[in-house]
């Protein structure tokens, strides 16, 4: 067992330092792009600011890249794609868009959520298992669309985050997915329960572009490059 929490350790570091990177180097990349003149958004100026919580910030998402990490031997795990297909199915019926690759900002309105799994088959044929499942949002943002009303979501980090041991004969397939499909009815109830929130439903009704497309890694290293090339 205390191999297994020790790789899970290393193995949710290693993730994570990797995301935070790339939500750096996206942070670089828009200062660059925001001096060839081109704006994303409008930062809050001089006014009082109005912060959301990490509970209510939930209720600002409205798009999640979805990542799933299977790092299960010995035949302990076999429909990943079964689970990966619920956790997509269940926040798009509720009104979340899923994306299977890397956005460029995961701000306000966008996170990153991982399903990670890590275990094996012991000498007995029990398999034995670690489940995370987590939500990451990886940039402060700051939002000067409400009426001028400034809005900051001070949150860097995980937002959502649940872990937990499983193991049984045969394999984990079932607890998984039903570990899994469970989390993901807290994680949208959560949703549902922050846009209740005052702040978070003004934040939001003054938003209009968030029925557009976020935009994605790829596009967005497209774009910077066109606005260095037309220099």
């Known amino acids: 067992m205390k191999i297994i929490e020790n790789k899970v350790v290393r193995m949710r570091r290693k993730n994570y330092k990797g995301e935070m990177m790339r939500g750096f180097n996206a942070i670089k990349a828009l200062a660059v792009f925001a001096l060839s003149g081109v704006s994303c958004f409008t930062l809050a100026q001089e006014q009082p600011v109005r912060y959301i919580g990490v509970d209510d910030s939930l209720g600002l998402l409205h798009n999640v890249h979805v990542n799933v990490f299977d790092d299960v031997d010995g035949g302990c795990w076999t429909n990943v794609d079964a689970v990966e297909n619920r956790v997509i199915s269940k926040l798009e ?76 004969g045969g394999n984990l397939n079932d607890r998984l997915l039903s570990q899994v499909d469970s989390w993901t009815d807290e994680l949208i109830a959560k949703i549902y329960k922050g846009r209740r929130q005052g702040d978070v439903a003004h934040l939001i009704e003054a938003m209009q572009d968030l029925t557009e497309e976020p935009l994605t890694e790829v596009r967005f290293q497209e774009l910077l490059e066109e606005a260095m090339s037309s220099e």
């Open 93 to 168: 019926q509720a009104g979340v868009r899923t994306y299977d690759e890397h956005l460029a900002f995961y701000n306000g309105f966008s996170a990153l959520l991982s399903v990670s799994a890590l275990g094996y088959r012991d000498g007995s044929s029990t398999c034995i298992g670690y489940l995370t499942y987590d939500i990451k949002k990886l940039a402060d943002t700051e939002f000067n669309r409400a009426n001028d009303e400034p809005f900051s979501v001070k949150v860097v980090g995980v937002i959502y985050e649940k872990g937990q041991l499983l193991s049984g």
